[in-house]
């Protein structure tokens, strides 16, 4: 196992208290170091921390006061004692008596010490050195002779070397050792405690997320597109969070679309099917009717011929349907786009067609404004537009005769065309399906020969073509009226 | 002559079958609405009944379903 494979629960609480845990022990390490080394090592160490710490005797000031007498003291010529007063304060301060002489002859004696005492000690300390100083438990004693100068200084006094504490400062001293104690094992406690808490709130602001994603993961591969995460973070998860949600809605929306495709497809084949069948079963019954001599007399016989052919002649127009619409869904048909003037394309559409739709029963009404509206079309597709729009309308007209308006109207950047005729009409919730290929409201698909279902289907693939948008909707007083909206590329006043 | 009550909304194929029938000496009666022809069949006095599935009104197999309810008769 590869610690990658661990947890990150468990590496990130891993991680956090080795963050905790190593410098706490470094700390340990050099406190316990540095107590032992100055606590349990000889009285020469302990000298030095006095030495090194003034507070704890007088020895760093004596030790000053001894230097400069010194110094003074090397100076050629009678010394001046105005200059060697302030050491003298400090040395008679802490008990030690001083003493200058020259040339056998006292310059300075501490007021109220004995010459002789001080001479005495210093010989019995120091010997016959002319530079000694002996400091220790008990006394205090430092003789200098000048080589240079013949200045001889002696200062002597019963001062110990370290201040005793009293019983006072040692139970402060406990007391305050004892705390330090207890103050670095609470900050310990405090510190692994804080980042016990730490490491589980960032585990969690990070474990959170990842078990939405993985629960959503799974939702998804049940095929459930529907689940969403709720992380709403603006840091790296929640932003990995956000993307996994949009490729989680491109996802369904893929699949919406698939399936969409695949119900169009089912029902196109369908529709094929049917719509194929139909016409062939007539063609093949009346080839049968002759064949087995049920058509016995002449005109019968003709009757059947002519039935055959009817029937090819569907079959021929269903499949050429077929096929402009599939070069249509596959984007094979090339669209020449030109500019247009719409206005005057529909007069002179009105006009020319005006008699032919009359003889099949269709009256046109338009009325010509001198408008100049330009949009692009091409024009064949578009004629195909027109004709299977007013196809359909003579399809299904009430009685013998049907009328359609032509409508044109300019809507801010584009142009609406309606066609609306007074048919049988279709029932409300029946339009948006008017457009879907081989949809017929009529579910027993009574009449093959009287729509194949894919004329409005092709209407609608031309008009996306053209950049433009398709619906139906009912006419006033009853019918349909079918309205297309194309974008205006110029218009003229 | 036995009759026979034909519904088929599909004009050609209606003709079609009646000309078979009537060249086996049937009387055939032709529907082109299913409910008409159902309406006309439990009316009406038939030896059969030939009903197209796909019909506009009610379709066949409806229709022929209340047609055995209301009749004791084969399907």
């Not at chain 1, 010989?123 to 004693?141: I, P, Q, T, Y």
């Not at chain 1, 002779?145 to 200045?151: E, H, K, Q």
């Not at chain 1, 406690?189 to 997320?209: D, H, K, T």
């Not at chain 2, 309406?39 to 209340?66: C, E, F, H, Q, W």
């Amino acid at each position: 196992m590869q610690i990658r494979d661990i947890s990150v629960k468990k590496r990130l609480l891993f991680a956090n208290f080795m963050m905790v845990f190593i410098p706490v022990c470094l700390l340990l390490l050099i406190g316990t170091a540095a107590y032992t080394g100055l606590r349990f090592t000889g009285a020469a160490q302990q000298r030095e921390l006095v030495m090194l710490w003034p507070d704890k005797g007088p020895a760093l000031s004596v030790q000053f006061a001894v230097s400069s007498l010194r110094a003074r003291a090397d100076k050629k010529g009678v010394p001046k004692l105005r200059d060697m007063q302030e050491d003298f304060q400090i040395l008679e301060a802490q008990g030690i008596s001083t003493m200058v002489l020259k040339d056998r002859q006292v310059l300075y004696l501490t007021p109220g010490a004995d010459s002789g005492t001080i001479q005495e000690a210093v010989r019995k300390s120091c010997g016959d050195s002319s530079s000694m100083l002996v400091w220790n438990d008990d006394e205090f004693a430092f003789g200098y002779t000048s080589p240079r100068s013949g200045t001889t200084i002696l200062a002597a006094g019963s001062v110990a070397f370290l201040a005793k504490d009293s019983a006072q400062d040692r139970s402060n001293r406990d007391f305050w050792e004892n705390m330090v104690f207890v103050i670095l094992g609470t900050a310990i406690v405090f510190i692994i405690a804080w980042g016990i808490y730490l490491s589980r709130l960032l585990s969690g602001q990070i474990l959170e997320p990842l078990a939405a994603l993985r629960l959503a993961a799974s939702e998804i591969r049940k095929g459930n597109m529907d689940v969403s995460l709720g992380v709403r973070t603006q840091d790296e998860l929640g932003e990995t969070c956000q993307a996994f949600d949009r490729m989680r809605r491109e996802l369904k929306k893929a699949k919406d679309t698939q399936e969409r495709y695949e119900q169009n497809r089912k029902e196109l084949i369908a529709g094929i099917s049917h719509d194929l069948s139909t016409p062939l079963t007539s063609v093949k019954g009346y080839a049968s009717g002759i064949l087995d001599g049920i058509a016995k007399t002449q005109a019968k016989q003709r009757h059947y011929m002519e039935m055959i052919y009817q029937k090819a002649c569907t079959m021929e127009k269903l499949v050429e349907n077929l096929f402009i619409f599939s070069k249509l869904d596959l984007d094979r048909i090339p669209f020449h786009l030109e500019p247009v003037e719409i206005y005057g394309y529909f007069a002179d559409f009105a006009e020319d067609r005006k008699s032919f739709l009359a003889e099949r029963g269709l009256e046109l009404c338009f009325q010509p404004e001198h408008r100049q509206v330009t949009v692009l079309l091409d024009r064949i597709q578009f004629q195909r537009v027109l004709e299977n729009l007013l196809e359909n309308s003579i399809k299904y007209k009430q009685g013998e005769a049907i009328r359609v308006s032509l409508g044109l109207e300019k809507q801010a950047a584009h142009v609406k065309l309606s066609f609306a005729d007074n048919g049988i009409g279709v029932a409300e919730e029946e339009l948006p399906k008017l457009f879907r290929s081989f949809y017929r409201t009529d579910p027993a698909r009574t009449n093959v020969a009287k729509g194949s279902g894919l004329g409005l289907a092709i209407v609608r693939q031309i008009i996306a073509g053209l950049q433009g948008t398709i619906w139906a909707e009912q006419t006033p007083g009853g019918g349909l009226t079918i309205c297309i909206l194309l974008p205006i590329v110029e218009e003229k006043a | 002559m036995k009759k026979i009550l034909l519904v088929e909304d599909d004009k050609g194929i209606a003709e079609l079958e009646r000309d078979y029938l009537e060249a086996s000496d049937l009387a055939v009666e032709i529907v082109a609405d299913g409910t008409e022809g159902l309406r006309k069949a439990l009316t009406g006095i038939y030896d059969l009944l030939l009903l197209d599935v796909m019909l506009p009104g009610a379709d066949g197999s409806r229709s022929a379903v209340r047609f055995v309810r209301s009749r004791s008769c084969p399907f």
